[in-house]
């Protein structure tokens, strides 16, 4: 079963220090891999994708890195803001087939950053 | 350039109706998805249309249903809603089928 399992399920940090979010996947077959913030009422808006062979990819103070063999994937958050409370959200594209293509999931990490 | 439009943002309707949301994507993107957003559930695929034909489908009951224009707008409609149809409903658009998917706002549907 396609799956797309996010830890932890939330997280409170002070202002200034750094978080790591973890998402592990089983998705067969894999495309790329999303990270995705999303703030309270609002779409989510992408912060990195990547694809099979990339390891490490950065958005200014957010850095993914893909462990394909592992099939895990992290969202590093350095010297975090206020407004880096929202949830943040690891997406799995499916590969393209007959079928189509779909996007897998999974529930969020849950960020408040507190002064 | 504009963002994904989604019409409208708010919408409450009474069980047993039928709603129908709106969708405009990112001009010159041809793909489009659809999904449902509730606290349990988390976001979950509805379906995608690309060049007005649907590609893949969730595990969704048929009251679910959608379609795509020649202008790439889409339209999404639930039949007979049930209470647990209440969610944030989200589009989103793409320029071409799996590439970097832009949400838009969301259309907040309440079933009392």
């Known amino acids: 079963k396609n799956q797309v399992e996010q830890s932890p399920q939330s997280l409170i940090i002070l202002e200034g220090k750094n978080c790591t979010l973890q998402c592990n996947y089983t998705v067969s077959p894999f495309s790329n891999l999303r990270w995705y913030k999303q703030d309270t009422g609002r779409g989510p808006v992408s912060l990195t994708i990547m694809t099979f062979s990339e390891n490490t990819k950065s958005n200014g103070r957010y850095t993914a890195t893909l462990d394909a063999d592992t099939k895990q994937s992290s969202l590093h958050i350095t010297a975090s803001q206020l407004s880096d409370s929202a949830s943040y959200i690891c997406?799995?594209?499916?590969?393209?087939?007959?079928?189509?293509?779909?996007?897998?999931f999974g529930k969020g990490t849950t960020l408040s950053v507190s002064s | 350039k504009a963002g994904v439009t989604q019409t409208p943002r708010y919408l409450i309707k009474t069980r047993g109706q039928q709603v129908t949301l709106s969708c405009s994507p990112i001009?010159?993107?041809?793909?489009v998805s659809w999904y449902q957003q509730t606290p349990g559930q988390g976001l979950q695929f509805l379906f995608e249309?690309?060049?007005?034909?649907?590609?893949n489908k969730g595990n969704f009951p048929g009251r679910f249903s959608g379609r795509q224009f020649s202008n790439s707008r889409s339209e999404m409609n639930v039949s007979t809603l049930e209470l647990g149809d209440s969610a944030l409903y989200l589009c989103?658009?793409?320029?071409?089928?799996?590439?970097?998917?832009?949400f838009g706002q969301g259309t907040r549907l309440t079933v009392v």
């Open positions: 989103a658009s793409s320029s071409t089928r799996n590439t970097e998917a832009f």
């Open positions: 249309y690309f060049s007005e034909t649907q590609r």
């Open positions: 001009s010159g993107h041809r793909s």
């Open positions: 997406v799995v594209s499916l590969g393209v087939s007959q079928a189509g293509t779909a996007l897998i």
